[in-house]
């Protein structure tokens, strides 16, 4: 699709490295680790989130893609969601077509409702996955291909659905460690020929299969736990990301990416940073 007819759609995504025009957001406001679901909120379950420093760190992260042009869409946090901020599990953007998830886990469930309600009033069509279990943080897309997670949120008989529907794709299921939860926890494409994995997520069997795809960059493990891999590519080599992580973003820079360092790390407390906090609607094609 050409950039002019992309500029004349309300949604349009094809890659996970093209610039961002258009993504959908949503305030920690309510934010609390209520029922631990993942390693990272068992290591804080104890000492908490401090919503007022959350709500600070997402304003900075709003503040920061503003600032590059991109329209920053906020869904109406409501205090039933304590995970709410994760926008990107509810719903994703393939090729024209929004799909909007069925979330998996009791404490989620119910979250796509607002997602749903805005398309609506925006008069965006969308797909409802009805009875299929494929939460976003679990679909990486890269032009003709889709790279599905295999989780405890995603299950085969879904991306075998979706496959059906989207018969123009070449749909990769992708099996990992089930305990990080979402694929973009340990795998993201950030060039038609980069990408960015922890390897312990892995056998060897995924591992040669990425690595027959793409330049794999490991992450560390103790970078991982800071989710490393779970950067935001916002187009033509710009890469929002952890300043705490410094091993990725010196590896990044290296490689000719510009990193816009911004901290949320009370946010990844819960578990999910840059890439689960955002929704991309509208991507514009670029060379890179």
Known sequence: MSNQNIQA?????????????????????YMRIRQVINDTQKQFENEGIHIEKAMRQHQDFVATLKS???????????EKFPEQ?????????????TFVAEMAHDVRKGEEQSLKK??????ISYYNLVGDHIEGGDVIIDRNTIYIGLSNRTNIESIQHLQSLISDYEVVAVPF???????????????????LFFPGAFTKKE???????????????????????????IGNKKIISLPVNKLVNMELRNRGFEIIEVDITEIIK????????????????SSV
């Open 9 to 29: 759609t309300k949604t349009f995504c094809n890659s996970e490295y093209d610039v961002l025009k258009r993504v959908i957001l949503c305030e920690p406001k």
């Open 68 to 78: 590059q042009g991109i329209d920053v869409v906020l869904l109406p946090p409501d």
């Open 85 to 97: 901020v994760f926008t990107r599990d509810i719903g994703f953007t393939l090729g024209q077509t």
């Open 118 to 123: 805005w398309l609506e009033d925006e008069e």
């Open 177 to 195: 460690t089930e305990k990080y939860l979402h694929l973009d926890c340990v795998f993201n494409i950030i060039s038609p020929n980069e990408a």
């Open 207 to 233: 591992i040669d299969l990425l690595s027959s795809r793409y330049n794999l960059i490991e992450v560390t493990e103790k970078e991982q736990f800071r989710l490393g891999t779970n950067i935001l590519s």
């Open 270 to 285: 819960s578990g999910g940073s840059f890439r689960c906090c955002s929704m991309p609607l509208l991507r514009e094609n």
